[in-house]
C-alpha cells in the first residue's frame, strides 16, 4: 500500500520552505510585471481611443 509520510529533517524543512517562501515572493514581483504591463496597455488604449475621436471631429 502507500508509505506513510515522513517528516523531512530540520535542515530539509529550512531549505523547503526557504524556497517556498522564494516562489511566493517571485509569485507577487510577477504579479506586479504584469500589473505594470495591463496599465501600459491600458494607457496605449486610451491614446488610441483619442487619436480616432480627434479624427472625427
Do not use: C, W, Y
Not at 509569485?27 to 504584469?34: I, P
Request: glycine content about 6%; proline content about 4%; charged content about 40%.
Amino acid at each position: 500500500m502507500n508509505e506513510p509520510s515522513r517528516i523531512p529533517n530540520e535542515e530539509t524543512r529550512k531549505r523547503l520552505l526557504k524556497n517556498l517562501h522564494q516562489g511566493v515572493l517571485d509569485l507577487q514581483e510577477f504579479g506586479f510585471q504584469l500589473e505594470e504591463v495591463q496599465a501600459g496597455l491600458d494607457k496605449h488604449i486610451r491614446e488610441q481611443k483619442i487619436k480616432r475621436l480627434q479624427k472625427k471631429e
